[in-house]
């Protein structure tokens, strides 16, 4: 059996929380998404050139080319709905509003580290943010998303948990049972694939029964197939917007498939060759950067304005890595602190 081929995003269904047709969102809004993305983009470029250097310890899993998802979720969420993210979550604790310096200090094992240098790139939180977290454990954390929307929907706050997950996922048995628990309880809470078309080195149509792996289950739990343009910050913006009206209507869960791609491999020592050429720059040339500045200016941003913000972003990227440098190694105190470990293994008895 050959494998199904990945759709484009052109080919992509509609269902009524596909934002196909909605206006634009006001320019405030679409410059906060380039700025948002811009952010990301130097931010992750220079984790990636920290690494090289030797500056970023650890293992780290960039989402260069993802930014337009996280970029609009960000901009649609109230400040205290809940982000679940994945190991490749730097995108999404940016997109929270968690500043640039811990986030790279954390990627450089620093004092000034979010979890002050001790858990490194794959496990970012800022309860003070709502990041609720990056998780490395593929389809866990979707579990826990419909944990914090169910206590959402019980103290009847209106906050809304969205959880961010790659294609792989929707073949672990978890995404199946968090998706029938959130439907079954109509928990106010959003289910975001983000469809890179590769797990970590195998393509996801290759070991998936069918050609959408999220959107063609979302049947198998009453809920609506969307396929998005997971490149494209308007579409992606109004498709937040629906989903998240829906969550806090108390119209329970949603799924959306976003479409779009990775530039680099699956982590930092992964070169990604097995993707062919054809395939890589279809993709760059989707890039969500270059195309929303190209689609603002087109459409009457002044070109000063939109340099102004890129000299903003590239001025804010080498402060924090300048204030990740100059901060120390965690102190010895914090090894025993947040941790299980008592040092006598008494939980193993
Ligand atoms: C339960 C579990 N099984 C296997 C792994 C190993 N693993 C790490 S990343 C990955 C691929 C995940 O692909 P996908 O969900 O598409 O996310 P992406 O990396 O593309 O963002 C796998 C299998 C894991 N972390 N957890």
Redesign the pocket.
Known sequence: MSPPRAPAPDEAPSGSLDPGGSRPPARATRLALYTRMLEMRGFEKRAYDLFLSGLVKGTS?LGLGQEAIAAAFGTAMREDDYTFA?Y?GHNHALARGVPMTPVMGELMGRACGLMAGKGGSMHLTSVEHHMMGSY????AHLTIANGAAWSAKARGSGQVAVCF?????TN?GAFHEALNFAAVYELPVVFVC?N?L???YTP?ASVTAVARPAADRASAYGLEPVVLDGNDPDVMHAAAVAALGRARSGAGPSLLEALTY?HGG?SRADPGKYRSDEELSYWLGRDPVPAYRARLVAEGVEEAEIAAIEQQVAAAVDEATEAAKASGPPSLDLVEKDVFADGGASWRR
């Open positions: 899993h994945t490749r490395a454990i593929i389809g997950f790659g294609d792989g996922t672990i983000e890179n590769w797990m970590e996801i990775r699956h």
